[in-house]
């Protein structure tokens, strides 16, 4: 594989790790005998996640994974007032309410894993 494509197939398994972990933490934290954390995903029409630039989607990952605008910004090397305006343009771009929204649509058309 070359360079970018092998880092891209990396995070990609870095991030289907996270998601796993973050779902497994969530279900232990759970009384025993209790039912599982379960995430369905309907379609939610009229939004989509498939307008969002490159830069938008890493921004996402971030959120997704819980960090603050100013985590980003320094994960990024980025301005949190540029953070900001990536999270203002994802909104409108995707016609999602909030940002809780957008996570839901951009792993259901398979942008975040």
Known sequence: MKAPLRQQHEGKELRAQRYKKWLKSLNKS???GSVPVVIQMTPISGKTATLLSERE????QLVSFGYTTEQIAE?????????TNHRKNMLAR????????L??????????H
């Open 75 to 83: 994960e990024l090397f980025l301005s949190s007032h540029t953070i």
């Open 94 to 101: 995707s016609r999602c309410a909030n940002l809780a929204e």
């Open 57 to 60: 989607i890493e921004v996402l």
């Open 30 to 32: 759970r009384p025993s």
């Open 103 to 112: 996570v839901r649509v951009a792993i259901q058309e398979d942008l975040l």
